[in-house]
Every structure is written in C-alpha cells, then in structure tokens.
C-alpha cells in the first residue's frame, strides 16, 4: 500500500452525492456516520495521521485529532464515528 501525501482535503456536496464515500476510500476506512437521517450538519476538522509501524514504537500506528479536541488521539475508528455523531449532536 502506497502512501498519499495529502495536505487537506475538502469534500463538498449536495446532500447523499457521495461525500462520505469518497473520503472513506482515500483513507480505506468505514469511520463516518452512515445510516438513515445521518447527515453531516456542521462542518468538521478531522486530522487522520498515519505512520509506519517503526516510526511510532510506542504509540498507535495511526490516529485522528480533531480540531475542536487538541491532543487527544483517536486510534479507534468506531470512536472516531462515534465523536463525529456526539459533537454533532451537540452543535446542530
């Protein structure tokens, strides 16, 4: 697996257009909120960083840092979804 040096990337849509699956296969992870009525109601800062597994002995191989949660890192995709779904709640 070859690795894409990315600085940002933005997806912008009408709503059900595909946003969500295509930034799922850029990362080739499931970690957005999927289901019936969910929908993104506010925008999000969501840094997903990966690392060879020799360059990080003592932490997770991979990670997402959200904007509004400096520092604290998210190795779990499911509670990465699950951010997304509770600050979205708590803003929209």
Same mark, same amino acid.
């Given at each position: 697996? !070859? ?6 990337? =933005?997806?912008?849509?009408? !709503? ?11 990362? !080739? ?9 969910? =929908?993104?109601?506010?925008?999000? =800062?969501? !840094? ?45």
């Amino acid at each position: 697996l !070859q690795a894409i040096d990315l600085p940002r990337i =933005v997806v912008v849509g009408s !709503q059900s257009s595909g946003k969500s699956s295509v930034l799922e296969s850029l990362v !080739q992870r499931d970690f957005l909120p999927r289901g019936k009525d969910i =929908v993104t109601r506010r925008p999000l =800062v969501l !840094q997903l960083i990966y690392r060879p597994r020799n360059s990080t002995p003592n932490g997770p191989d991979e990670w997402g840092e959200f904007g509004h949660l400096p520092g604290r890192k998210f190795s779990d995709f499911l509670a990465i979804r699950r951010e997304i779904e509770d600050e979205t709640m708590r803003v929209a």
